[in-house]
């Protein structure tokens, strides 16, 4: 049973990889055997995850990459085909959030959130596609969202937009690509640990929310992020596809 989880031999880039829930996907990536590319526009980060992850028995490369460009996605994209071999995984989870006020914000600053968070994952999904559908064989795409797609988020009107738009880039990218074996799908972290999220730890009254409406009463942990990216990633997933799937320690149910 533990060989559909086994992604030796197996090419994964991950955007965003090199800290927080990227990192935590690529580690779970790296356990399973995966080789890994990450992709992020920090160089000293990059070099960071790279020595991690290098320590778990991985081979890594990364690509210096500022998602929101068309030519910089296409360059890592070809890049890591000529180092690695080939793209089997590709995980978009490249993004960032800013507390802002809706009524403030500008137009300028609606649209640089969603260059990174929305264009930015299409390109990379894209691209990846337009190589799995190229040489055959299928792969997994996935998507990374979260539980700001469905419920109200102060202060965070474009964040929230751009990962509910996620959902139907995930579903009419599955259906789209299912007939070349290629697999799109989800995933909707609820309030992790990460540095992003450390200001809102240190707010009592948001702290005290997110712990008395999570059942499981913690917050999670980029290793809460491993198994699913695994599997979402391996072949134990051929027949799963177009979901968005929470983790989250229950927030949504309750």
Not at 50 to 72: I, K, P
Not at 119 to 140: C, Q
């Amino acid at each position: 049973m533990l060989e559909m989880f086994d992604l030796t031999g197996k090419v994964a880039v991950v955007t965003g990889g090199n800290r927080g829930i990227g990192l935590g996907i690529a580690r779970g990536l790296a356990k399973a055997g995966a080789a890994l590319s990450i992709w992020s526009r920090d160089e000293a980060r990059n070099e960071e995850a790279r020595c991690e992850l290098a320590e778990l028995g991985a081979q890594v490369e990364t690509q210096c990459c500022d998602v929101s460009s068309e030519d910089d996605v296409r360059r890592c994209t070809e890049a890591t085909v000529a180092s690695l071999g080939r793209i089997d995984i590709s995980f978009a989870n490249a993004g960032y959030g800013t507390g802002q006020d809706p009524l403030e914000m500008t137009l300028e600053d609606w649209r640089r959130l969603l260059a990174v968070n929305l264009d930015g994952a299409f390109l990379t999904l894209r691209d990846a596609a337009r190589h799995m559908k190229e040489r055959g064989g299928g792969g997994k795409l996935i998507a990374i969202s979260s539980i700001s797609a469905t419920f109200g988020t102060p202060k965070q009107a474009h964040y929230a937009a751009g990962k509910a738009a996620l959902g139907g880039l995930v579903r009419s990218l599955a259906v789209e690509l299912a007939r070349y074996d290629i697999q799109v799908n989800g995933i909707q972290p609820g309030w992790i640990i990460t540095e992003a999220t450390e200001p809102a730890r240190a707010y009592e009254p948001l702290n005290k929310v997110v712990m008395s409406r999570t059942p499981a009463r913690r917050w999670g942990t980029t290793e809460d992020l491993e198994g699913i990216a695994v599997y979402l990633a391996s072949r134990a997933s051929n027949y799963h596809t177009g979901d968005n799937l929470r983790v989250d320690g229950g927030y949504s149910i309750f």
